[in-house]
């Protein structure tokens, strides 16, 4: 028997997005507890993998002129220049707990309620116009690439763990595997919305010789 899906509700309902993600990837209670049972594994890593993925970003121009722009509840020193703008320096050290604190309530919500789902959603939608301030606007390619980077750390943490058997090693490579597909749908569902707002807002101006990139 086929199951109706309410396109329309898929925009609108966060968690009728997300049930219907999990009935699609089968995510289900058993990923959660198997995200639980990683959670000891990856906390004393946490620090490291952290720093491994600033210093990827920071191996490239495009993703570390990112970090000149100030993060919403920093209040430390600024450089005005990416010359002074270190991995450790404050503004990176802010970003780096950022990220521990998510990876941290990931591994350890037993319960994927509302609050949480608004949660994944919110770490989506900041990246974005959609948030309300047009200075934090990751291009949609580096997001898609660090969340690659990000679960291949902790895949090779995992298989890393020689104190996981094997059957345990594939439930938690699987759980972390579509969470990462969950995560990054949040992401794209606020992209997909940011270039519909300025598609918009675009057909209300008057037209000009130049344009910006065609988006497919």
């Not at 999990?22 to 209670?29: A, I, P, T, V, Y």
């Not at 491994?52 to 600024?78: H, P």
């Not at 703008?85 to 707990?97: E, G, H, I, N, Y």
């Not at 309530?105 to 309620?113: E, K």
Request: glycine share 4%.
């Amino acid at each position: 028997m086929v199951e109706h899906i309410d396109g329309n509700r898929l925009q609108s309902d966060l968690r009728y997005r997300f049930d219907y993600l999990s009935k699609f990837l089968n995510f289900n209670s058993d990923d959660i507890a198997m995200l639980n049972t990683f959670a000891p594994i990856v906390f004393p890593l946490i620090p490291v993998l952290s720093d491994a993925v600033y210093r990827k970003l920071f191996s490239f121009d495009i993703t570390k002129q990112y970090f000149l722009i100030r993060n919403d509840g920093f209040q430390g020193f600024m450089p005005k220049k990416d010359c002074g703008l270190t991995v450790d320096s404050a503004q990176m050290t802010f970003r780096k707990d950022m990220l521990s604190v998510y990876l941290k309530r990931v591994l350890t919500q037993t319960d994927w309620n509302d609050t949480f789902l608004q949660f994944l959603s919110q770490v989506g939608k900041m990246h974005t116009s959609q948030s309300g301030s047009t200075s934090i606007n990751v291009d949609y390619i580096h997001i898609n690439a660090l969340l690659g980077f990000l679960e291949h750390l902790l895949i090779d943490v995992l298989f890393n763990a020689d104190s996981v058997d094997e059957q345990t090693k594939r439930g938690i490579l699987m759980a972390v595997n579509k969470f990462f597909w969950i995560q990054n749908d949040f992401f794209t569902m606020h992209y997909l919305m940011s270039l519909k707002d300025n598609s918009t807002s675009d057909n209300t101006k008057e037209p000009t010789k130049t344009s910006k990139c065609c988006w497919i």
